[in-house]
């Protein structure tokens, strides 16, 4: 503790200056914590405070420096956790005043969820509007991405986020992802364009069952009976809807299936490419690769029509200005509905997250059977409901059991 001499007292022996100690006697400096080139580590998203440098105090030569002779690095005040920490920083002992939403964190939360159904459901809608008088679903993936890499180079233009560097080693984990994402989003654009939004989220309601089987035969884990039985209303509210589905074709089915893998092994290429990377600069590398992935087959598949028919046709159909304002707001939904999407699951706990995908999926559905105004059976809608209910059930317990795994190693 830092020794004060009081006034008036006359009686104390005066404390002698100790000798200054040359840089050879000081102790060993400890530095806890890997600090990267921007001041502070990035795990996910999140960027962690600076590690704090200081002596040992374990030290017999520390224990007789005085404090004020120790190098103490605080963080700044930009890092700094807490309203507490930036008024000692600061040094006027006054509380930073706490904003509204750390107030009440939870309207924050449900903002956000908001903001992702609705992005979610906006693009949704738009990109089968497009595909109703430009059925060229590759091209459209492309402008997907392509909108998406645009936002992504400005933003690290103005430094919002930094641009975080890749090396060859990174580039290597990210790649399969990549390829994976990109056959993904082409084969799930393939089957909105051949059949009704609703009919391929009621397909895509099986990633869940695929991701379970690629776990277990794949990956070796073991995944138990309950969560293989929870999975089973899943494939027989499917194959109910499928049954009936009015604009049933086996492209659309075919390709929502090939979505369903593409994803999986997304999935299991991601635990892979875990890295320190932050997850906003993560999505963008990744956006990128896949763009490069996406433009030759675009130009095979659909540039001779393209060039013969296509584009004229659709500016014949709704104008120039139109047919871009549609093709850039439709990018646009799509990148900022997945970076949302990215921002809200790292804010709640896995149940959260199974409830919030869940119920992102009942409300795409419902919303373009609203909007699109299609007809479907009722053996079709008994049966989306019960693969709706089951991917709930399935979710749950998996989420349930993440949170069990997390206690166990907490304990």
Not at 46 to 66: K, W, Y
Not at 154 to 170: E, F, H, I, T, Y
Not at 389 to 407: L, P
Request: proline share 5%.
């Amino acid at each position: 503790m830092e020794s004060r001499v009081l006034s008036g007292a006359t009686t104390l022996p005066r404390l002698s200056r100790p000798a200054r100690l040359s840089s050879t006697c000081l102790p060993a400096v400890k530095l806890s914590g890997a600090v990267n080139g921007s001041g502070g580590n990035l795990i996910w998203g999140r960027q962690l405070r600076p590690a704090i440098v200081l002596l040992e105090s374990s030290s017999p030569l520390a224990s007789n420096i005085p404090v004020t002779k120790r190098e103490i690095l605080r963080p700044s005040l930009a890092s700094a956790s807490s309203p507490a920490e930036s008024s000692d920083s600061s040094g006027d002992g006054k509380v930073a005043p706490v904003g509204f939403f750390d107030k009440y964190p939870a309207l924050l939360t449900g903002f956000f969820f908001f903001m992702w159904y609705f992005l979610n459901v906006i693009f949704n809608i738009l990109n089968k509007k497009i595909y109703n008088y430009f059925p060229y679903p590759y091209f459209v993936s492309v402008i997907h991405l392509a909108v998406g890499v645009v936002y992504c180079l400005v933003s690290w233009g103005v430094g919002l986020p930094k641009r975080a560097p890749m090396d060859s080693n990174q580039l290597k984990l990210l790649i399969p992802v990549a390829v994976c994402h990109a056959l993904g989003h082409v084969t799930s654009n393939v089957s909105f364009a051949a059949v009704a939004v609703s009919f391929t989220h009621t397909i895509k309601a099986l990633e869940p069952f695929f991701n379970a089987a690629a776990s277990q035969f794949i990956l070796g884990q073991q995944i138990p009976l309950t969560l293989w039985l929870s999975l089973a209303p899943v494939v027989l509210g499917v194959s109910m809807a499928s049954l009936t589905e009015l604009s049933f074709n086996w492209l659309g089915f075919i390709s929502a299936m090939i979505s369903n893998i593409s994803f999986t092994y997304r999935s299991i290429y991601s635990k892979k490419a875990m890295t320190d990377m932050d997850s906003t600069n993560l999505y963008a590398y990744i956006s990128i690769i896949a763009l490069f992935v996406c433009i030759p087959p675009a130009i095979i598949i659909e540039g001779p029509q393209l060039l013969k028919s296509g584009f004229s046709d659709a500016i014949a159909k709704v104008g120039l200005t139109k047919f871009i304002t549609d093709l850039f707001w439709v990018g646009m939904f799509y990148h900022l509905y997945n970076q949302l999407a990215t921002n809200t699951l790292e804010r709640v706990a896995p149940l959260t997250h199974a409830v919030g995908n869940v119920l992102k999926r009942v409300f795409v559905i419902g919303f373009s059977i609203i909007v699109f105004g299609n007809r479907i059976s009722t053996q079709t809608g008994i049966g989306t409901c019960i693969a709706i209910a089951g991917v709930a059930i399935y979710s749950y317990i998996k989420a349930k059991m993440e949170e069990e795994k997390r206690q166990m190693k907490a304990a």
